[in-house]
């Protein structure tokens, strides 16, 4: 069993680059990957929308408890032995503004992949949200 599952949006290239560097990471393969893009990807089973999915990123421990944003990437550095990369983002004055940095970066990710990659955000169009 894995120590962390990862929920993420594959159709956002900044969200799979990121996955695809933990998967790197992952050399005792204590992460798990789910992309909710995937055409037979249920949220039933989590207990949240799609919507709020695709809010931000979404991470489930072993033990059944559901993180959301900056608790969901501490949580994957950490399981891959990485938590000191990402200390700043438990530094309790900091992290309420890593917080909102990171759900507007969640907001605007296919703009900003789009922007970086000097390519539409998705040719299918399937995340022109």
Request: charged share 20%; aromatic share 8%; with cysteine.
């Amino acid at each position: 069993m894995h120590a962390l599952t990862l929920y993420y949006d594959g159709h956002c290239s900044i969200c799979s680059g990121q996955m695809a560097r933990l998967r790197r990471l992952d050399v005792r393969g204590r992460l798990a990957f789910v992309d909710i893009a995937a055409p037979d990807f249920s949220p039933q089973s989590l207990g949240v929308s799609m919507e709020a999915l695709n809010l931000e990123i979404h991470a489930a421990t072993a033990d059944g408890l559901l993180l959301t944003g900056i608790d969901s990437v501490i949580a994957a550095y950490r399981a891959v032995g990485l938590g000191w990369s990402v200390a700043a983002l438990r530094v309790p004055l900091l992290r309420p503004v890593y917080a909102a940095l990171y759900r507007g970066l969640a907001r605007n990710r296919y703009r900003l992949s789009s922007w970086l990659s000097g390519r539409p955000a998705c040719a299918n169009g399937t995340c022109r949200r």
